[in-house]
């Protein structure tokens, strides 16, 4: 990594901020003086990771990023490695392995890496180092468990379905590389709104995300997922085939209700599916509300 002071005066500065905005772990650079350690940057990894905006982290003391300090902020050897737990928004924590690197000018970059959990596959694994989000084989056990007990206690679940429009086509344009930085986003972005420590963001099929969250009122569950999709698309990510526009959209069909009793969980994943579905063919960039 070149010294964070002298990246504004070279040409190729906007391409190294959009690297190190993107990277898959967070990264965060901080200078001490007069023996305060603050925080001179931190990337959207680092903010997905704390559930935060992108420029919440900017001027803070380096104690108010994690839960536990380093115990040397002054460290003077390059790759210093620790374990340390970032606290959340919503006060869960998530645990990281830290990397430390001396830049000059008495600044560091530290690198926290989410400890991986089990996910399959290589993509998988970084979609969710860099957002948070589960897997869909972690999200379908919550959802049995939140069903079960929304039986049990007349507690309501919400299961929203959001589909990349013409993910297909965006594919075959941007390749692997490209597709996965894209779904990176849209993921961050998805999570960005779903805050609640209860809320499950997860990775489903090829260009799709699901939520699952409990105890909300159907007309809060459409109002979030209708941000999302106003939110994703004011990424601005160029698509050239998109059917709704010149940038990447979502569909989204979501579907609140209090469990019938006797009714397999599978009812509400199938009602997300035809929600989302009809998002798609009334012309996409939509949330639909689906019934069960």
Same mark, same amino acid.
């Given at each position: 990594?070149?010294?964070?002071?002298?990246?504004?005066?070279?040409?190729?500065?906007?391409?190294?901020?959009?690297?190190?905005?993107?990277?898959?772990?967070?990264?965060?650079?901080?200078?001490?003086?007069?023996?305060?350690?603050? %925080?001179?940057?931190?990337?959207?990894?680092?903010?997905?990771?704390?559930?935060?905006?992108?420029?919440?982290?900017?001027?803070?003391?380096?104690?108010?990023? =994690?839960?536990?300090?380093?115990?040397?902020?002054?460290?003077?050897?390059?790759?210093?490695?620790?374990?340390?737990?970032?606290?959340? $928004?919503?006060?869960?924590?998530?645990?990281? =392995?830290?990397?430390?690197?001396?830049?000059?000018?008495?600044?560091?970059?530290?690198?926290?890496?989410? %400890?991986?959990?089990?996910?399959?596959?290589?993509?998988?694994?970084?979609? =969710?180092?860099?957002?948070? $989000?589960?897997?869909?084989?972690?999200?379908?056990?919550?959802?049995?468990?939140?069903?079960?007990?929304?039986?049990?206690?007349?507690?309501? $679940?919400?299961?929203?379905?959001?589909?990349?429009?013409?993910?297909?086509?965006?594919?075959?344009?941007?390749?692997?590389?490209?597709?996965?930085?894209?779904?990176?986003?849209?993921?961050?972005?998805?999570?960005?709104?779903?805050?609640?420590?209860?809320?499950?963001?997860?990775?489903?099929?090829?260009?799709?995300?699901?939520?699952?969250?409990?105890?909300?009122?159907?007309?809060?569950?459409?109002?979030?997922?209708?941000?999302? %999709?106003?939110?994703?698309?004011?990424?601005?990510?160029?698509?050239?085939?998109?059917?709704?526009?010149?940038?990447?959209?979502?569909?989204?069909?979501?579907?609140?209700?209090?469990?019938?009793?006797?009714?397999?969980?599978?009812?509400?994943?199938?009602?997300?599916?035809?929600?989302?579905?009809?998002?798609?063919?009334?012309?996409?960039?939509?949330?639909?509300?689906?019934?069960?």
């Amino acid at each position: 990594m070149n010294d964070a002071a002298t990246v504004t005066t070279t040409s190729d500065a906007q391409l190294l901020g959009e690297v190190l905005r993107h990277a898959l772990d967070g990264i965060v650079v901080v200078e001490t003086r007069d023996g305060i350690t603050q %925080v001179a940057y931190g990337n959207a990894t680092l903010a997905a990771l704390l559930r935060r905006s992108e420029d919440w982290v900017a001027g803070r003391r380096l104690e108010d990023v =994690e839960v536990e300090a380093p115990a040397d902020p002054n460290l003077t050897t390059t790759g210093v490695g620790s374990r340390v737990r970032l606290k959340r $928004v919503d006060g869960t924590l998530v645990d990281c =392995e830290r990397w430390a690197v001396m830049l000059s000018g008495g600044r560091m970059a530290l690198y926290y890496r989410p %400890v991986p959990r089990n996910s399959p596959g290589a993509l998988a694994a970084a979609l =969710e180092r860099s957002s948070g $989000v589960s897997t869909e084989e972690q999200l379908l056990e919550m959802l049995v468990r939140d069903w079960s007990i929304g039986q049990r206690d007349g507690r309501s $679940v919400t299961l929203m379905h959001f589909e990349i429009d013409s993910w297909a086509d965006y594919l075959e344009i941007f390749g692997r590389g490209g597709s996965d930085n894209a779904l990176r986003q849209v993921g961050r972005t998805i999570a960005s709104v779903m805050k609640r420590a209860s809320d499950v963001v997860a990775r489903s099929g090829p260009g799709g995300f699901l939520v699952l969250g409990v105890s909300m009122e159907a007309d809060a569950a459409l109002s979030f997922a209708d941000q999302i %999709v106003s939110r994703i698309r004011s990424l601005s990510i160029h698509h050239p085939r998109s059917v709704t526009g010149k940038f990447l959209t979502v569909s989204a069909g979501v579907v609140t209700a209090q469990p019938p009793r006797g009714a397999s969980h599978t009812v509400m994943l199938g009602a997300t599916q035809v929600a989302v579905g009809e998002a798609t063919a009334g012309g996409g960039n939509r949330a639909i509300r689906g019934e069960i």
